[in-house]
């Protein structure tokens, strides 16, 4: 039972005062707001004229703290008294995170709390973890390598570990993850996490500052390194040279080593040839932009964090037209909830179709594999369920590889993801169905028109 307050030989519960101030906020708001808004807030205690409540997230906070912040503080001091405070504490925070002055720790953090504090910053965000990040056919082999280094940091064959992807695929999440777990499972190993260009920046300080060895010893008594996209390096040979002795000292020592970039390794031109090469030593393993299925899971947990519950049809309409971004997924989702909060409506359709129009890219809105292959099905008149089969009938084979070919053309999807959407087929059968069609464009007029015809329909309707 929570803590009581006594005022007035009145006996209250944190609880019954929190349903005291519900029934005065709600009329005060509006169904939708107050279903949003202030159901998920959860009493936690009170003591004396202060009551502390759980909020789900910052973002949650930054919310209610600009739109509420007066109708609460009123609607408390009118509950508890003139004297009422009222104190925050967020699920999702930890004590290494910069927190406003009315946020206290929460008493989840009490495991983190015990783990040996370093003598130096980590930067890494305790929020990214493992456990909510969304696997999905993308991420497969990514995912499984981090779990490994994580659980074994510098004892794998992973060595470096190098993860590539196009922006906002999630790459950041899972590096990060792979040092939640390690500090949590090692507490002792020292792990620091930076991007490139913050490390060129602390280098350029240190030579001004004549420290340039001290910087150095320092990131090579790390146990794991963690640099987050390495292709910022280009152009800036000191900073590129330096990094080299690092690499090599923390490799030699069997330290762990975490990069990412947005590109494999052998494609970083301008990247010196001796990085390249040791950044080839381990394992490159690229994040795919998510599929249908991903994309839906990812905001389902992100609407589950914001206390958000929607219809099924609403997220396949958002992950069927937002298809390479996690952060413009996560993003739709909160331009939703903030349009719908600020109109006081409830969401409908019309508010999804016109949020979605706001955040996503013209390129992106529905070229996928899935629409690509409903185009061809539908211009060839083939069932769709026919090119997945293993028949050989050539109008089916025919679409099959046209579908394959213009999914290697305008998506970024790898050879086996295609595949995978093909009956399973492997990667070895989407590079001759492709090599099959590119063969025929180039020696068949009336097939580089149907292909040229076909693309056009998709590129016109996804725009």
């Known amino acids: 039972m929570a803590e009581t307050l006594f005022s007035n030989k009145i006996v209250l519960s944190s609880d019954e005062i929190w ?14 707001s107050y279903n949003t808004w202030f159901l998920p807030i959860k009493p936690i205690n009170v003591n004396n004229s202060t009551i502390k409540v759980l909020l789900p997230s910052q973002f949650f906070w930054e919310w209610i703290d ?3 912040n007066s109708l609460i503080h009123s609607t408390i001091k009118s509950v508890i008294g003139p004297d009422a405070n009222l104190t925050y504490v967020i699920a999702e ?39 909510n990040f969304i696997k999905g056919e993308g991420n497969q082999l990514a995912r499984a390598a981090a779990g490994a280094v994580g659980d074994n940091p510098g004892g794998t064959s992973f060595n470096p570990l190098f993860v590539y992807g196009g922006v906002g695929l999630g790459k950041t999440h899972l590096i990060q993850a792979i040092g939640n777990r390690i500090i949590q499972k090692f507490p002792s190993k020292r792990a620091i996490y930076l991007s490139s260009d913050i490390f060129t920046i602390e280098f350029v300080e240190a030579i ?72 080839q030593w381990g394992l490159s393993a690229d994040i795919q932009p998510p599929d249908f299925e991903t994309r839906i899971a990812i905001l ?31 993003g739709c989702l909160i331009k939703l909830l903030a349009n719908a909060s600020l109109s006081s409506r409830e969401i409908d359709f019309n508010l999804v179709k016109k949020t979605v129009k ?5 390129r992106q809105v529905n070229v996928t594999i899935e629409y690509i292959t409903s185009i061809v099905c539908k211009f060839l008149d083939v069932g769709e369920d026919k090119i997945r089969d293993k028949t050989r009938k050539k109008e089916v084979v025919l679409a099959r590889q046209i579908a394959m070919f213009l999914s290697k053309e305008l998506t970024r999807s790898s050879l086996k993801t295609i595949g ?24 068949d007029n009336s097939m580089k028109e149907l292909v040229d015809k076909i693309k056009e329909k998709i590129e016109l309707d996804s725009n």
């Open 420 to 443: 995978l959407h093909f009956g399973g087929r492997d990667h070895s059968t989407v590079i001759h169905g492709c090599a099959s069609i590119e063969s025929s464009i180039n020696t």
């Open 300 to 330: 389902k947990r992100k609407a589950s964090d914001f206390g958000l519950s929607l219809p099924t049809e609403i997220f396949e309409y958002i992950a069927s037209h937002i298809v390479s971004n996690i952060r413009e997924l996560e």
């Open 358 to 362: 706001e955040i996503a890219t013209t």
């Open 93 to 131: 925070e930890t004590e290494d995170e910069q927190i406003p002055e009315t946020i206290q720790q929460p008493k989840k953090v009490e495991k983190t709390e015990q783990i040996k504090k370093p003598e130096f910053e980590t930067f890494i965000n305790p929020r990214y973890t493992f456990d």
């Open 208 to 279: 001004q500052s004549n420290k340039v060895n001290e910087f150095s010893n320092f990131y090579k008594n790390m146990d794991i390194l963690i640099l987050d996209d390495i292709q910022f390096l280009i152009g800036k040979e000191k900073t590129q040279d330096l990094f080299f002795h690092i690499f090599n000292t923390l490799h030699q020592s069997g330290k762990q080593i975490i990069l990412t970039s947005d590109k494999p390794p052998k494609d970083l031109k301008g990247l010196n040839e001796r990085l390249i090469s040791r950044f």
């Open 66 to 68: 600009e739109h509420y």
């Open 19 to 32: 349903r005291k101030c519900l029934v005065n906020i709600k009329r005060n708001v509006s169904q939708m």
